[in-house]
T-cell receptor
């Protein structure tokens, strides 16, 4: 099984905010990442956060990190149809290995 | 820079056959990774190279799997005597090794179907 857990599905109306949640288990993880995967494509790095931060904002994306609860979230403001994809949370376990969650499928409806 | 490219995009094979996939990383990247992704799951680490040296292999990588990166540039992943359980998306990623916050750039993957 995976050490990183995510809810499987999220449906959101166009223009609303999306919030995708993730929990991880390794408290020594230094960096946590969000990747996006569109159908038939590889993973695209969206953003990341260092473990000594609790928030990072990058245009429409806001990452919140609660290290005590090992909880990570990704908020997408003003969600667009192009945001429909699978979003993966990943934690860095060591120098070379990332552990990914199973992904959250985000569907944006008009 | 065209990103990480993988070939072929799709491969259909019969059980017992051998298959080989190729990955061309971003040119200045010294690390290259192979991950496997099955339907409804996130990518799972298989192995990685730093330059031409294969430094780590997951227990997921059985003896039927072999990966090479002969000149520290492109890499190949070969699966011998394929089984239906090998059906998956095989993703390649490359990076520039850093002490902290190494960012992986993924290719579009090779989708393998074993009949």
């Amino acid at each position: 099984g995976e050490d990183v857990e995510q809810s499987l599905f999220l449906s959101v109306r166009e223009g609303d905010s999306s919030v995708i949640n993730c929990t991880y288990t390794d408290s020594s993880s230094t960096y946590l990442y969000w990747y996006k995967q569109e159908p038939g494509a590889g993973l695209q790095l969206l953003t990341y956060i260092f473990s000594n931060m609790d928030m990072k904002q990058d245009q429409r994306l806001t990452v919140l990190l609660n290290k005590k609860d090992k909880h990570l979230s990704l908020r997408i403001a003003d969600t667009q149809t192009g945001d429909s994809a699978i979003y993966f949370c990943a934690e860095r376990l060591n120098d070379y290995k990332l552990s990914f969650g199973a992904g959250t499928t985000v569907t944006v409806r008009a | 820079d065209t990103g990480v490219s993988q070939d072929p995009r799709h491969k259909i094979t019969k059980r017992g056959q051998n298959v080989t996939f190729r990955c061309d990383p971003i040119s200045e990247h010294n690390r290259l990774y192979w991950y496997r992704q099955t339907l409804g799951q996130g990518p799972e680490f298989l192995t990685y190279f730093q330059n031409e040296a294969q430094l780590e292999k997951s227990r997921l990588l059985s003896d039927r799997f072999s990966a090479e990166r002969p000149k520290g540039s492109f890499s190949t992943l070969e699966i011998q005597r394929t089984e239906q359980g090998d059906s998956a998306m095989y993703l390649c990623a490359s990076s520039l090794a850093r002490r902290m916050n190494e960012k992986l750039f993924f290719g579009s993957g090779t989708q393998l179907s074993v009949l």
